[in-house]
Nanobody, 121 residues
Framework: VQLQASGGGLVQAGGSLRLSCAGS????????MAWFRQAPGKEREFVAV??????YYADSVKGRFTISRDNAKNTVSLRMNSLKPEDTAVYYC?????????????????WGQGTQVTVSS
């Protein structure tokens, strides 16, 4: 599976962005897909995952971020609303080999290249 993340950028606090992760090599519709992020000097952290049971979110983004699939385009998106400066990070999409969700980065063998999100105060 090859993943290509896009959609990052610079936005003011309170604004919105939509990240997209395009897949090639296999369909993304029946595997768990997740977004992680890594801020400077910090470890990579779980953001959201979509699996056979729907979406699951980190507490820090719950109610503000929405993960979704577009099976026709073989993409997974992350809609981010009410952005905060603490959301600033490089965002990575990741894929598992099966449909079971996990919040652990080690459970994801396939990764996109990352896209920078910067939220100014």
């Amino acid at each position: 599976v090859q993943l290509q993340a896009s959609g990052g950028g610079l936005v003011q606090a309170g604004g919105s962005l939509r990240l997209s992760c395009a897949g090639s090599g296999r369909t993304l519709s029946n595997i768990a897909m997740a977004w992680f992020r890594q801020a400077p000097g910090k470890e990579r952290e779980f953001v959201a995952v979509i699996s056979r049971n729907g979406g699951y979110y980190a507490d820090s983004v719950k109610g503000r971020f929405t993960i979704s699939r577009d099976n026709a385009k073989n993409t997974v998106s992350l809609r981010m609303n009410s952005l905060k400066p603490e959301d600033t990070a490089v965002y990575y999409c990741a894929a598992r080999s099966d449909s079971y969700y996990s919040i652990r980065s080690n459970d994801y063998p396939y990764w996109g290249q990352g896209t920078q999100v910067t939220v100014s105060s």
